[in-house]
């Protein structure tokens, strides 16, 4: 698409919205957490919910000292394909980079639960490296008759079940360049 403003039918979060709510998702893990962390991005779309989230987390430390030590991992999880169907969930991890994961408190970081395949098919993966523990968060989570019910341990916000992009979401690789979550229109699907 050329003209972005006239796919997108209208801002469901705006940005400003997104980073109020990340300073209280940082507050919440940062409170729990049993130690080192080791920080999870689920890429592509988890990348500026990510991004985001360590930049408060850094800021909370500068702040009021409240010390957590971050390694940053990146995992390339893909399940949407060419459209809006999911054509089986497929983890870019070798069995070398998955030992990294054992003995490890873990922080998987995503930017939305759609059925929740992905998330589920990531988590039995990383429990055959045994990590110390797995907490999961996730920006978004779609109300959906398709969830397999599966529910991240701290979640930005639930939303209806309507198409989104922006935020690292994308549709067919477009919008993720937007700073808003969006609904897409139906005319561009
Ligand atoms: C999207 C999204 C989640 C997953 C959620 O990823 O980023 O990872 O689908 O869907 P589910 O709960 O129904 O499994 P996608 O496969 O589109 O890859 P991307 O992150 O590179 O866009
Ligand atoms: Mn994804
Ligand atoms: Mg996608």
Redesign the pocket.
Known sequence: PDHYEEDVSSILIPHGVIMDRIKKLARMIVDDSPGPLVVCC?????HQYFADLVDEIKKLRRINGTSVQLSLEFI??????NDTS?GG??ISLTDAELQEFKGKNLLIV????????????LLDRLALVEPKSVRVT?LLI?KTP???G?IPDYVGFAIPDAFVVGY???YN?YF?DLDHICVISVSCI
């Open positions: 689920v890429l592509k779309g988890g390339r999880v893909k399940s949407y394909m999911s969930v497929k995503e930017d939305i639960i759609d059925t929740g395949a992905t998330m589920v098919k996730s779609k398709r969830s397999n599966y690292a979401l994308d690789e993720r």
